[in-house]
């Protein structure tokens, strides 16, 4: 730690529960992970589907993403195939948002005065979900930490009202607050039970993991499972749960990960099956619309104006 | 009161994009000077003011109101509007109702085509204040922006959000809405040395009041600052700076307050190849590298923070730290690289698209083969290193590091076939074939480069234009432009003499295109990468015209270097004496005989000479024939044009005083077939009837 003016160490679940608080008393609604493997925060059906529609909807959680590619066996100090992401979202997007985020950076310890916070333009697309948005990286002496979005459009459909995202990277965070070069050296807590590192809790989870992303996840059962989730990912948005069929398009989604890191696609196979995760992702985002609309959107009216401090219901 | 003040327009945002900003700031003031000049509203300079959270632009002395201007609208002919008795016509009763007026209230206009009724009326000229927050509005939507958003729940659509509008006449808010922002007279300052909203109370005092807040709103003098300031940065640091316009253009655009700072990583990190480093701190991070005198990298760089931070150790130990993660990935990538040599990874290229339709990157590298082997024999080198650099050319896309830095394509290739042991020229081939990247960039300097790098640009157009995508307007995705200039750069700059004409109808037959005519598409090549040849010299300083592009083009020669040469020819023709009347005459000539439908090959019979002017072209004609032939042997085009300069005078002589389209059929064809033989000597050249050329600029 730095010597001058030594902070309290914030461990990984200081930081975690910093951000749940800051966003809390903004009135987001703290959801929790989901409970299915995704890539992103923002499949998290919090993000993706609500920010279909019209309707209100401000939220803020963890989210445990995987990506199989990344994955380094452990090895690497930046790298995982497992981590975890610190999810906002708030729609409409609010007009103060990039300030609400900066005070939620000075929660954490980060004084905008001392350190050097930029946004940098980053684009940001995501064909398998038919969506994109446009924002910035945000640079903290020229580390990136966080992704900040304006969805445009969602599944294929115009964002409107815009949802404005917020992604922390929370081991980055973590690195930097606690000035350790290396993921697995970050301080999961440090309470009246011992000193806990995100390495125990963590690392023979990265090389098992690796091992089975990289060389024994079965690729013809992958495919298969693909398969069957894109069939059940019809079959349920033609009984209209969209919600279910969802599940199933995470499914698929994983599953094209985990082959993606197998390397048992071709580029132009790779790309049509992207094109099948879009088509699900379109047709559920639809199917969800169609669903509120048929409820009346019930939020457009509950939900107060998701300005600062309002909370929601 | 005076007429006018000076008017401030600034646009308060979220970040905008850097590398979009200079000409965001550019096109909006050029879009919002168009608008004023289209709305009559006089003006003094407009200067244009753009940082990451800001587009601004103050109009000097901006009148208060439009100029009064008559209206004119036209009606019927007087001869329509009253009938033979001098009666008004219903026609004219009905101009004069849409008018609103009476029909005596209408007017003549008179002009040398006739007499019209009209109507005149004076319309008063609006006041700026009530037009500005239109134009503004109109000059901001014909912005450049590729994508634009929307935020909130508002329609609005721009860059980034919007959260202030300022529009100031001399010291008064222009009222208004601007993207549904209502417009007023406060901005706002750097984020965070200067939070709060700042009131400008008149456009002169914009700039100094943003200076006070840590806002250096003027791109060029805060662009200016930053050169300075990384300069003396990098001497402190002990070398210079290694720096690039565009790098500069992109820190300029990401600061309000630059702030230098100085860091530093390992020395060991300095075994990686230079341009690794570079586009590691450079490209990554926005950091200039720092060199020494002999261009060696040091362990340091620069970075331009956007704060006068309270602690600035801490800023740079933060940079340092990210540099120190980056550079640490590139080295395991370069390790990890090495361990699989070129030649072993070229197979995979068979499952890499290229693109749809034209195979695999495989595919692409064995035409490439192919057809830098044809250019090599052509230049009568050696092709093994050339087909052997062709075969590795791309392997080093399934790299880690280039996989990282896409940029770094072809030198990386050049390290690792270095690395693998690959001969010196197989490796340097590599590293030149995507030479030149962008205008004035370095060109090939091996003839394996040269002949790859042709092959790999020619086989690129080839196959788009195969497929139907030529480019049009500004829609060039594949770069095609910028390919066949490249070509013509190489051919012309290096001096390869290169039968171009057999090179396009090869890679278009090795081009997986189906049933389209070869004929069409390798004309079409041909026309392509020549049509870059003229963008090529008419950029140049040079004088020449696209007129004497047209001369030589109508030749069509097969080589691109001996285009050049008569290019030349042509160009140093033009400003002979005689090269008016010489165009002219060919000219004539060319349609004399277009008429009278000459066939290529009637013969002169000499016997049938008789006139004295006749006789005197002839005999200039045979002497110019013996004269010219071995220059043309030589492509010494210039001088063949100066021979046939002399020429003016007995063909002057001939046209005065030969009458060619006589009744005697054979005198008739044989001065027409001395004409053809006049025209086929400057044709041996280019078409210089085409040239138009005025007197003075002859002389």
Not at chain 1, 184 to 209: A, C, K
Not at chain 2, 185 to 211: C, N, Q, V, W
Request: aromatic share 8%.
């Amino acid at each position: 730690m730095k010597k001058d003016n030594p902070p309290a160490l914030l461990t990984f679940q200081d930081l975690i529960l910093a951000l749940q608080q800051f966003w809390a008393e903004r009135g987001c609604v703290i959801a929790q992970p989901y409970d299915m493997p995704m890539g992103a925060g923002t499949f998290h059906p919090a993000t993706f589907l609500r920010a279909v529609g019209p309707e209100p909807w401000s939220a803020a959680y963890v989210q445990p993403c995987r990506r199989p590619t990344d994955g380094r066996y452990g090895d690497n100090p930046f790298r995982l195939q497992h981590y975890y992401q610190f999810q906002v979202v708030i729609k409409p997007s609010p007009e103060d948002f990039q300030d609400v985020y900066l005070e939620s950076l000075c929660t954490i310890g980060i004084d905008p005065t001392v350190h050097d916070i930029r946004f940098v333009e980053d684009n940001w697309e995501s064909p398998s979900l038919g969506a994109w948005g446009l924002g910035w990286e945000v640079w903290l002496n020229g580390m990136e930490i966080t992704q900040f979005t304006y969805f445009q459009q969602l599944g294929g459909l115009e964002c409107r009202p815009v949802t404005g995202e917020i992604t922390y990277g929370l081991e980055r965070l973590a690195m930097y607050l606690q000035d350790v070069e290396n993921i697995f050296d970050i301080v999961w807590t440090d309470g009246p039970l011992g000193r806990i590192s995100y390495r125990d809790v963590y690392h023979q989870n990265e090389v098992e993991q690796s091992r089975y992303n990289f060389e024994l996840a079965d690729i013809d059962s992958l495919f298969h499972a693909f398969d069957l989730a894109e069939h059940d990912c019809q079959r349920l948005i033609e009984l209209k749960l969209a919600l279910p069929a969802y599940e199933q398009m995470l499914v698929a989604s994983h599953t094209f990960n985990l082959l993606d890191a197998r390397q048992a696609m071709s580029v132009s196979e790779r790309q049509r099956f992207i094109l099948r995760v879009r088509d699900m992702s379109k047709s559920v985002a639809a199917a969800y619309y169609a669903s509120r609309e048929a409820m009346g959107f019930p939020m457009v009216e509950s939900a107060g104006p998701p300005q600062r401090g309002a909370s929601q219901r | 009161m005076s007429k006018a003040a000076d008017f401030l327009v600034e646009i308060g945002t979220e970040e905008l994009p850097p590398k979009a900003l200079r000409n965001l700031m550019n096109a909006f003031a050029g879009g919002l000077q168009k608008a004023l000049d289209k709305a009559r509203l006089e003006h003094a300079s407009v200067s244009a003011y753009a940082s990451p959270r800001r587009l601004a632009v103050i109009v000097a002395s901006l009148g208060f109101a439009q100029a009064d201007q008559e209206l004119v609208v036209k009606g019927p002919p007087v001869s329509v509007a009253y009938d033979a008795a001098g009666k008004i016509t219903p026609a004219a009763k009905a101009f004069a109702k849409k008018c609103g007026v009476r029909p005596d209230a209408l007017e003549r206009l008179t002009s040398d085509k006739g007499e019209w009724l009209c109507f005149r009326s004076l319309e008063r000229g609006q006041k700026t204040a009530e037009l500005i927050p239109g134009l503004v509005q109109t000059a901001l939507q014909s912005l450049p922006i590729p994508r634009r958003m929307r935020w909130g729940e508002g329609e609005a659509e721009f860059v980034r959000p919007v959260h202030w509008i300022l529009l100031l006449h001399g010291r008064n808010v222009i009222e208004g809405s601007v993207m549904n922002v209502p417009a007023g007279r406060m901005t706002r300052g750097h984020r965070f040395h200067a939070p709060g909203e700042i009131e400008i109370d008149e456009p002169a005092k914009y700039l100094s009041l943003l200076k006070k807040a840590h806002v250096l709103a003027d791109f060029d003098v805060r662009r200016k600052t930053i050169v300075a300031a990384v300069k003396k940065a990098a001497k402190e640091a002990g070398g210079e700076p290694v720096a690039n316009e565009a790098l500069y253009d992109e820190v300029t655009a990401l600061t309000e307050w630059p702030v230098p700072l100085i860091g530093s990583f390992d020395k060991s990190f300095l075994s990686l190849p230079k341009e690794v480093i570079v586009a590691t701190l450079a490209s990554h991070q926005r950091y200039f590298p720092v060199a020494d005198k002999g261009d060696n990298l040091l362990p340091r760089f620069i970075t331009i923070a956007n704060l006068v931070s309270k602690e600035p150790d801490r800023v740079r130990a933060g940079n340092e730290r990210v540099i120190r993660a980056r550079l640490a990935d590139a080295a395991f990538f370069w390790e990890a690289d090495k361990r699989v040599n070129l030649a072993d990874r070229r197979d995979a290229l068979r499952d890499v698209v290229y693109q749809r339709g034209l195979g695999s990157i495989y595919d692409k590298s064995a035409r490439v083969a192919r057809l830098a082997a044809a250019v090599g024999s052509q230049l009568g080198v050696e092709t093994p290193a050339i087909e052997r650099a062709a075969s590795l050319a791309k392997c080093d896309l399934l790299t880690g590091m280039v996989g990282e830095f896409p940029e770094l394509q072809g030198s990386m290739g050049r390290y690792y076939a270095a690395a693998d042991g690959e001969p010196g020229a197989v490796a340097e081939a590599i590293g030149e074939q995507y030479l030149p990247r962008f205008a004035g960039d370095a060109l090939p300097e091996t003839v394996a480069g040269q002949a790859l790098a042709i092959a790999d640009k020619l086989d690129t157009i080839a196959g788009v234009l195969a497929l139907g995508k030529k480019p049009s307007g500004n829609r060039d995705p594949f770069g095609l432009r910028r390919s066949a200039l490249g070509i013509v750069r190489i051919i012309i700059e290096q001096g390869l003499d290169l039968d171009f004409t057999a090179l396009v109808a090869a890679t278009i037959a090795d081009q997986p295109v189906g049933d389209k005519d070869e004929k069409d598409l390798s004309e079409g090549l041909y026309d392509f990468v020549t049509e870059r040849m003229r963008a090529y010299y008419l950029d140049g300083q040079n004088s020449l015209t696209t007129e004497m592009f047209a001369a030589v083009m109508a030749k069509r020669p097969v080589s691109l270097l001996d285009f050049d040469a008569r290019l030349k020819a042509v160009a140093a023709f033009v400003k002979l004496e005689p090269a008016s009347s010489l165009a002219a005459a060919n000219k004539r000539i060319g349609n004399i005989l277009k008429q009278a439908g000459v066939d290529a090959d009637i013969s002169i019979d000499q016997s049938l000479i008789t006139e004295p002017a006749e006789t005197a072209l002839f005999e200039s004609v045979v002497k110019a024939q013996k004269a010219i032939a071995p220059l043309l042997a030589s492509r010494d085009y210039t001088n063949v044009l100066t021979t046939l300069a002399d020429l003016r005078d007995p063909v002057d002589g001939f046209f005065d005083h030969v009458m060619v389209m006589t009744d005697d059929a054979a005198l008739r064809n044989n001065r027409l077939a001395l004409l053809a033989e006049l025209r086929a000597m400057f044709l041996n050249v280019a078409d210089v009837s085409r040239l138009s050329i005025s007197q003075e600029s002859a002389h």
